[in-house]
């Protein structure tokens, strides 16, 4: 790799740890102040509300960021050509995406009160779902100081004024509120920062333009919507079958583990554009950008797999408390797909940034299929536990078919 690139490299995953270091602290802190203030079944309503909202934005993006992000990365004239048909587009899917949300809520078996948090937190969604455009724009310039700000201003926004009204009131709802009113401060501040690149702000609403669009970025979509019914499904349907309580055990176990994953989400995000572009300019440095990527990933994969298997009791009891040890065995079965989500971080973002994202599109779909059918099946037997396993089957096979498509791909050029 050249010293230049080391260099942005470097700087943007230092501005990017930082923030996750914080960042994950504060919200593991919340996390942890909700789980001892309301208990398994107050983590477990939590965790159901958010988790549903994130779910069902499968109509949000139709891929459109991502490509956006690609493209500008590779060639950043392009910014103020695809930008206005871009975000005229992801208005109108965000609001049909909160008008779904409405119409599904209205009729889940869930109290009045929670139906209202949802459709909340649906609507603020709105906002997330736009500024995420901006977000994609940042990193294609390679710039990550201003996402990194944005999430860190929130998180403390979370703890201390939604920890303290939690604190105060031990009501879900009003902290719910809390954590919305920091999502929207979060949004805000992406967008502005995000305009700093753009020329010239313009919003086009004409279907030719959106049709040219879709036909580019539909992979991405169909990889986006894959990953959250991967990614999303274990909590709700956990929620649906076995009740708040044992959603409350699975998330407290998923959080220690969520607390990782913040290493290839900054590995990720600072490579991904820089491969994007060396696919087209250079790709010995390419090859060597992913090779060291992925050894280092494996590495400190099997590092944090050791560590919360040999650590999952104490982990739960000083973070959580007693109440929460039914986690520890999810935890210690959690663990094993550590490697697994490391590695295919950095699979599916390179795939994605050198052309092969009908591939992964693929893989996507078929693991997130399976991830539904063994939830199903293993959750009505084994509850939370079940749900931590077919995560570790899903995430191991879908290593194994990425590196195999990878391999297979590689050896046909040479």
Known sequence: MTESLKLR??????WLFGAEVISKLLAYGVVVLLSRTLGPEGLGQYSFIFYYVGLLGIFSDLGVGYYLMREVARDREKLNELLPGALGLKIILAIVNFLVIVGITLFLPKPEWMKILIILAGA????????YLFVRIMYAYEITKYEALAITIERFWAFFVGGAVLYTFKSLSLFIVMLLAGYTLRELLRIKWG??????LKIRFRPEMWKGLLKKSYPFWLIGLFTLIYYRTDMVMLNLLKGDYETGIYRAAYTLIEVSLFVPSIVVSTTMPSMARLWREDKTTLNVLFKKSSQMLVFLGVVGLAGYYIFARL???????????PS??????????????FLNSLLGSYMNATGKELAFTKITGFTALLNVAL?????????????????VISQGLASVLSSKILNTKNSSVK
Do not use: R
Request: a negative charge; aromatic letters at 14%; glycine letters at 8%.
């Open 9 to 14: 490299l470097i700087k943007n995953a230092g």
């Open 124 to 131: 603020e969604a709105i906002l997330t779902w736009i500024s």
């Open 195 to 200: 305009l700093q690149f753009v020329d010239e």
């Open 328 to 341: 520890v065995p999810v935890l210690k079965i959690l663990a094993f797909a550590v490697p697994f989500m």
């Open 375 to 391: 939830n199903y099946f293993l959750i009505i037997n084994f509850g939370a536990e079940g749900a931590a396993i077919a995560t």
């Open 315 to 325: 982990g739960i009891l000083i973070v959580f408390g007693e109440e929460f040890l």
